[in-house]
Structures are given as C-alpha cells and as structure tokens.
C-alpha cells in the first residue's frame, strides 16, 4: 500500500509560503503569506501584498482566467518595481522574468520559482 506524504512546512510562514509557492500551491502560499503582511509595515508589507498578488495571479492562470492573471500580475509588478532587485532572499527580476514568460504563453505550464 503506499502512502502520500504533504510536504513538512516549516513554522516561519514566509518560508512555509515560499515553499507552498515553489510547489505550485499558490492558494496556499497566499494565506501563509497574509499572516506576514498583516504583521509587517511599509516596504515589507508591500513585499508581502506584491507576493500575495503574484500567488493570486497564478491561481487565475491554473484557472485559466488570462485577464484575471493579466489584472493580478499587474497589482504585483507595481509593488515589485518599488524593490530592491532581491528582497528576502527572493529574486524580485527573476519572478518578473517568469511571469512575463507566462503572460507571453500562458500554456508554457511551467510556473516561477522562487528559490529558497
């Protein structure tokens, strides 16, 4: 008999979101990533509001909702373009590359990563 196992997230939610995230679970890295922005103030807050965005982009892309993405995405890059070009260890121009990618073909199936 074999047994599926979820993946341990690890306790700190901008990590648990990052993994979430890079296992295409972007609902999911969404609501860990709420946590962190309710707790965080100025840049910090817009990193995590950018990153809720982005995950929120990527749920309308599974769904295939291209304006939803299109819409979602552009929420997002405005926060991103605020950043440093990593932030937290995340590559703010590698994501906006990858999303960019998706936007010029949505059927790539291959979403971003974010490291980590």
């Not at 890295?29 to 965080?40: D, F, N, P, S, V």
């Not at 817009?46 to 979602?72: C, D, H, M, P, S």
């Amino acid at each position: 008999m074999e047994h599926t196992t979820e993946p341990t997230l690890v306790s700190d939610p901008f990590l648990a979101g990052m993994q979430l995230f890079n296992a295409g679970e972007y609902w999911h890295a969404h609501e860990q990533w709420e946590i962190c922005w309710r707790a965080a103030q100025g840049e910090e807050a817009e990193f995590y509001k950018a990153l809720i965005q982005t995950a929120a982009a990527l749920v309308k892309w599974r769904q295939g909702n291209l304006r939803g993405l299109r819409l979602n995405w552009a929420k997002a890059q405005r926060r991103l373009a605020q950043l440093p070009a990593v932030y937290r260890g995340v590559d703010v121009v590698a994501l906006a590359m990858a999303m960019a990618a998706i936007l010029t073909d949505p059927a790539s199936g291959e979403g971003p990563n974010l490291g980590a």
